[in-house]
Every structure is written in structure tokens, then in C-alpha cells.
């Protein structure tokens, strides 16, 4: 994959907050275009898989848990420096700690329910974007 794209996740918390189009519209006012986007309920064998290098945390299970209770809705961007811009575009992990303005401080609650996923480097991206989208022509 080039290193102009990133994957996304709205998280199963901005589906049901109604944030959908919210999150998507400031996602496309930063420049991003989107490649490929579908709505999809991961099941626990998914949350577990995608999340595997989190296994040995603490909070791994309410991930799952929180992950897979309701639809996401999964994507590929593209945009110059896709992956280090997207980060900045949806602030820290923490929602606390988010800039003003990013996606997280607007609409994530907490650490663990904080609205969206992006990639944190090209490889992750990849990665990511075959894990929701194998077999599309995408890339
Ligand atoms: N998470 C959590 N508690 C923590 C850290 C992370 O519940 O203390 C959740 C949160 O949903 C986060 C995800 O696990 O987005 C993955 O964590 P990571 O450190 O990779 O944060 P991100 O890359 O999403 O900012
Ligand atoms: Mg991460």
C-alpha cells in the first residue's frame, strides 16, 4: 500500500450517539477522500484478532466487549501523509487529552469509548485495510 492512505474505524459509540455523518463530513473537510467505506458489526473472534497486540492489557476484554456490541463503520483514506495526519486529526487516545477540535474531544466519552480507530503507521494501515476489505480492489 502507498503511504498516502490510513485505515479508520467509527467506533460502535458514534454509531449510536448518531455522530455518523458528523464525524464523516470533518473527515472529509480535512482533505481526506475516501477509497472504500462500509458498515459491519465485528464479531468477538474479530475484535480479538484486530486488537491482538493489546491482548496482555488490562482493559482488552471491555475493548472487546465495547468493540463488538454494535456496527462500525470501516474505512480507507487517502490523503499526502494520510497516516500522521489522521492521528492529529482525531487527537489523543484519551479524550481528555485530545486537542480542541480533534474527533475525539468532540464526540468521544473516555479513554476506552473514544469515537474512532486510525492507523499508526503505513504498515498498521495496511494491515488494517485487508483485515475489512480483503479481496476489494482497492489497493
Ligand atoms: N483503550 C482503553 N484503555 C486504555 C487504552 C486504550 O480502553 O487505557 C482502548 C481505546 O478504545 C483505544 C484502543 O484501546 O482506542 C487501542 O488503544 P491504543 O493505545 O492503540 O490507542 P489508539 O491508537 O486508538 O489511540
Ligand atoms: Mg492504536
Given amino acids: 500500500m502507498a503511504t498516502n492512505r490510513t485505515f479508520t474505524m467509527l467506533k460502535p459509540d458514534s454509531i449510536e450517539k448518531g455522530y455518523t455523518g458528523a464525524i464523516l ?7 481526506f477522500k475516501i477509497v472504500a467505506m462500509k458498515m459491519t458489526q465485528m464479531t ?8 491482538a497486540i493489546h491482548k496482555d492489557r488490562p482493559f ?16 480507507v483514506l487517502e490523503k499526502d501523509n494520510a497516516v500522521e495526519d489522521f492521528r492529529v ?28 480507530h486510525g ?11 485487508a483485515f475489512h476489505f480483503a479481496g476489494r480492489e482497492i489497493f
Fill in 60 to 75: 482488552f476484554g471491555e475493548l472487546v466487549e465495547y468493540m463488538t456490541r454494535g456496527p462500525i463503520v470501516a474505512a
Fill in 25 to 31: 463530513e470533518k473527515i472529509n473537510a480535512a482533505g
Fill in 89 to 116: 486529526l482525531i487527537g489523543a487516545t484519551n479524550p481528555e487529552e485530545a486537542a480542541e477540535g480533534t474527533i475525539r474531544k468532540l464526540y468521544a466519552a473516555s479513554i476506552g469509548e473514544n469515537a474512532v
Fill in 119 to 129: 492507523s499508526d503507521s503505513d504498515e498498521n494501515a495496511a494491515i488494517e485495510s
Fill in 44 to 51: 468477538k473472534r474479530d475484535a480479538e484478532n484486530f486488537y
